[in-house]
Structure formats: C-alpha cells, structure tokens
C-alpha cells in the first residue's frame, strides 16, 4: 500500500491543534481593508474550526486518514 502523500496547499491552509481541532483563516482580509471597520477585522483574523462536513475531506488532504 502506497503511502498518501499531503496536498501542499491544503497544509498551508489548514493547521490542526493540539486537541486535535482543524483551524482555517477567514476569507474577507486580504484586500479592500479601508472600507471595514477594525473590529471587523480583528474578528476575521482569528482562526475558526472547520466545520463538521469537512472534516474528514481536510484530513485526507492533509494525510491523518486512510
């Protein structure tokens, strides 16, 4: 069997924790900033779980799950 390999720009995407959580970045900071307001942006740099759907499609990307 074949080892599975991690899709690099899924690894770069997606950090698991400690407590075996799968953390993403929000979408929405990259660009366009002026018109947000701060707090808004604060809230968006803070990581968020991924949700339950996509769990287990994000550890296969990133090579925890046969």
Same mark, same amino acid.
């Given at each position: %069997? =074949?080892?599975?390999? &991690? ?8 950090? @698991? &924790? +400690?407590? +075996? #959580? @799968? %953390?993403?970045?929000?979408?929405? /900071? ?7 307001? +701060?707090?808004? !942006?604060? $809230? *968006?740099? @803070? =990581?968020? $779980? /991924? &949700?339950? +759907?996509? #769990?287990?499609? /994000?550890?296969? !990307? *990133?090579?925890?799950?046969?």
């Amino acid at each position: %069997m =074949p080892k599975i390999k &991690t899709n690099k720009s899924a690894s770069k995407r997606f950090k @698991i &924790t +400690g407590s +075996g #959580k @799968i %953390m993403r970045n929000r979408a929405s /900071v990259s660009h366009k900033n002026m018109k947000k307001r +701060g707090r808004k !942006l604060r $809230e *968006l740099s @803070i =990581p968020q $779980e /991924v &949700t339950h +759907g996509d #769990k287990k499609r /994000v550890k296969r !990307l *990133l090579g925890k799950i046969k």
